[in-house]
């Protein structure tokens, strides 16, 4: 083997470019250091065998008279101006992905391409022996040939220079570009890609994406804005029509306490009045399940106050329903009674109202009574490794106590008011008969109970902690 590298150092040094050239693709991504480490041993012993030989880069190949052995070391003096050439632009590459990470890829890929240009003239005019200056002006002239056919190329890789300099917008934020919406997957020399709420993928040039508005949703801080807006009756009282959006608006737990949503009159005429309920969640993924809760806890706590959204087709209630009878009408259990049935129901339902902060059904009390919430926000909390969180939050529509009313038992959660809130109530005296008469009404109450006591076990019961993996090392340092 000795005797191999003494006796054939030229076919040892193009072994290296092969052995090189292998290891990059079989050492993973993951071991980017090490493949840094071999490519500049590599390199450092492919330099040591060419100057040993004699052949210095930076001159002709001294073997004039014997064209194969000279056609051989002119190769592997080329190769070795670009060798060095990829190593240098792996090397600033890797302290480039230090300083600025994925974003200075494109500034990475033209200094890469310089120093290859330099690399080339460089062999030309050193190991080949051409005049420099005419290759420059042929190259010159070429170079503004293929500048004017790649004009809108050339300018996508500008565009991305200016882009990755200002840095609007960096990879994984959310933007909007022209109109187009989605999270920054790459961008590179060409153009930014984007993966939109859809799944799909939108490539946008980066020259469209230098003149075209850009949206930032990520800026200033990891948090996005979301409105709803609704439209009701002119005729309605604002200062009515406001507390109950600001009831709906509490009723959204995800929505961000700092900056704090807000309620807005945007516009008003004689056709309707246009409210807008504006804030912020933490992510993306949470704007389009918030504005949904939004517009359905809007339009609840409206018809708790009396009012209706604006439509062109105005239902068909009848205007002389008491609250209780309407309540009954919007309650997903107890709309399917008869209307005689709702009738007696109503007039045995008593008003009862609680101020913020005060609990309405405190945790492991067993109720002898129904509360069907007419108004208001209603706070739900758990105890997890004995400390209180908020679970949840109820609103108009929704019944409390249907564990005692049931089984005689209760729920480990704590019912308070978030907002001033009236619920109508219900004995079980009265309304224990009429469970066991209407099955229908038992069998959707009971499901929302076995609901809530599987929610309560699965946000109350503990995560198992995971033992650490110990391996020798660890082993080791225990005996020491």
């Known amino acids: 083997m000795l005797s191999l590298l003494t006796d054939h150092p030229l076919f040892c040094a193009l072994i290296l470019i092969l052995v090189d050239l292998g290891l990059w693709r079989l050492i993973s991504a993951h071991g980017s250091a090490w493949k840094l480490l071999v490519r500049v041993l590599i390199f450092a012993l492919f330099s040591i065998l060419l100057f040993n030989e004699g052949l210095n880069p930076m001159e002709p190949a001294p073997w004039a008279d014997n064209v194969p052995l000279h056609l051989a070391?002119?190769?592997?003096?080329?190769?070795?101006w670009l060798f060095g050439a990829r190593t240098l632009t792996v090397l600033i590459g890797a302290v480039m992905m230090q300083r600025v990470g994925h974003t200075g890829r494109l500034l990475q890929d033209l200094l890469g391409a310089v120093i290859f240009l330099i690399a080339i003239i460089a062999a030309l005019a050193y190991v080949l022996d051409l005049p420099v200056k005419g290759v420059l002006a042929t190259s010159g002239a070429l170079a503004i040939i293929v500048g004017l056919a790649l004009q809108s190329t050339l300018s996508d890789v500008f565009s991305g220079i200016v882009l990755n300099t200002t840095k609007p917008y960096q990879l994984d934020d959310w933007i909007s570009i022209d109109g187009t919406e989605g999270r920054v997957t790459d961008i590179d020399w060409r153009a930014t890609r984007l993966q939109t709420s859809q799944g799909s993928m939108a490539v946008i040039p980066n020259s469209l994406a230098a003149k075209a508005k850009i949206i930032n949703f990520s800026r200033p801080s990891n948090m996005f804005g979301v409105a709803v807006s609704v439209q009701v009756s002119p005729h309605a009282r604002p200062s009515s029509v406001i507390e109950a959006l600001e009831r709906a608006m509490q009723g959204c737990r995800q929505l961000l306490e700092s900056p704090a949503p807000s309620v807005a009159l945007k516009n008003s005429n004689s056709a309707g009045a246009e409210y807008e309920?504006?804030?912020?969640?933490?992510?993306?993924?949470?704007?389009?399940?918030?504005?949904?809760?939004?517009?359905?806890?809007?339009?609840?706590?409206?018809?708790?106050?009396?009012?209706?959204?604006?439509?062109?087709?105005?239902?068909?209630?009848?205007?002389n329903l008491s609250r209780p009878r309407a309540l009954l009408d919007s309650s997903p259990i107890f709309s399917t009674l008869r209307q005689e049935e709702k009738e007696t129901f109503s007039q045995n339902m008593t008003l009862q109202t609680f101020r913020a902060g005060e609990t309405i059904l405190a945790g492991g009390e067993v109720s002898d009574h129904l509360f069907i919430i007419e108004s208001g926000v209603v706070s739900v909390t758990l105890k997890r490794h004995g400390a209180p969180f908020e679970s949840g939050r109820m609103g108009p529509g929704e019944v409390i106590g249907e564990a005692g009313i049931l089984s005689d038992t209760s729920l480990p959660a704590d019912f308070s008011a978030k907002t001033f809130c009236a619920l109508y109530r219900i004995e079980k005296s009265y309304l224990k008969p009429?469970?066991?008469?209407?099955?229908d009404i038992n069998d959707a109450m009971q499901a929302l109970l076995d609901f809530r006591l599987h929610k309560a076990q699965s946000l109350t019961e503990e995560t198992p902690v995971l033992a650490p993996k110990k391996g020798f090392l660890q082993w080791l340092r225990n005996r020491v």
């Open 434 to 439: 009429c469970l066991d008469a209407r099955h």
């Open 277 to 319: 309920i504006s804030g912020f969640v933490a992510s993306m993924s949470e704007k389009r399940v918030v504005r949904n809760q939004l517009f359905d806890l809007a339009f609840r706590h409206l018809q708790a106050s009396g009012v209706t959204l604006l439509s062109s087709d105005e239902p068909g209630v009848p205007s």
């Open 73 to 80: 070391a002119t190769g592997l003096q080329i190769g070795w």
